[in-house]
């Protein structure tokens, strides 16, 4: 008998588990397609170089570890509002939007749902298929969820998106991903994020865009221009922002809460209530990974070299992707597969069950969440012909 005997053990996290399991796997031929982490062509995940840049920097200049406060880097702060409002968006002088440093762009997700608790939600709706730890995070903080239709068969489904969210209570909260959709690399294009602003407006919903593969897609400025339009339709939202992937800053825990509001009493007070939600959780945000951001895109050379690299591992995906769609189509004869030339991101889902998932994984090494998503950013190109060959063994 001891003071934990009335836990019941919990299996492991859906991807972590499956990246420890990679990793202890002994054997010669194995692949992983699991969690999302960017690999080059040699299977690394390196530092990249306009980060060490400014860690070198950071280290020379930095004279304390004192505390930062509740926003964290106010600098960071503010680059990331660049990013998601503009530089020149009226509200920003107005005293409309709120930006707060947080631990990764799960923190800045905890954060909002935790905002959204305090404004009465109830009820989180979030995409049907979504990353497993939205509705971990809504559930966790004591709220309901509620799936809305995205993706049927593989291809977005605009109607089923309006009809489920058509269902949805004033002050029920909704995550919509922006770029890039996890799992499915799926993204809502322009018109429909207006159309969901438009609905957002009209119904009351706390809607929340998840930010966590921004300049994947196409570019830093167009893969914006999505969410700009959603905000400009609602008036009113708030977004996730990570720095994870596209500054590859994964275990330094770099993202944005960031709020945009109609009136500047309504953001002011909200403010107050992220700071104490913060402060009852993290304490105060990490520094490390927010200072190397704002060192960065404070810098123009080092933003020029930031944004090539982010380009190449874009162009890296593009070219995977449509190397593995293209062997997948000819492994399968079914040109359906071609459409994953045309998603966005690291992610595609394939229309494989947890049991094919388990048995590619069990029997032939390649490792894949039982979602059937697949991970192309830490593929190598060599190996294409010979995971499309195992992958249509299961499709
Ligand atoms: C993923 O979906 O694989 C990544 O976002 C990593 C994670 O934390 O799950």
Partial sequence: MSLYSGLSTLPPDALLGLMVAYREDKRDEKFDLGVGVYKDEAGNTPILSAVKKAEARMLAAQDSKVYEGPRGNVDFCAHVEDFVFGAGH??????????????????????????????GTKKVWVSKPTWPNHPNVVKSLGLDVAEYDYAVGGTL????????????????????????????????????????????????????????????????????????????AAGEGMVAYSCSKNFGLYRERTGCFLALGSTPEGIAAATTHVAAIGRASWSMPPAHGAGIVATILGDAELRAEWEAELSSMRNRMIALRKALSDALVAETGSNSLGELAR?????????ITPEGAKKLREDLGLYMPASGRINIAGINANDIPRIAEILATAL
Avoid at 101 to 118: H, I, K, Q, W
Avoid at 343 to 351: A, E, R, T
């Fill in 157 to 232: 489904s605009p109607t089923g998106i309006l009809e489920s969210l058509m269902q949805a209570e004033p002050g029920d909260g909704v995550i919509i991903q922006g770029p890039c959709h996890n799992p499915t690399g799926i993204d809502i294009p322009e018109r429909l994020w207006t159309a969901l602003g438009d609905l957002a407006k009209s119904k009351g919903l706390v809607v929340m865009v998840d930010v966590a593969y921004h300049g994947f897609a196409r570019s830093l400025g167009e893969d914006m221009a999505g969410v700009r339009a959603f905000l400009e």
């Fill in 343 to 351: 998603q966005n991101g690291m992610f595609s889902q394939l229309p």
């Fill in 90 to 119: 009226p509200a920003r002088a107005e005293g409309r939007t709120l930006s707060f440093t947080a631990p990764g762009g799960c923190g800045a997700l905890y954060a909002g749902v935790s905002l959204m608790r305090r404004m």
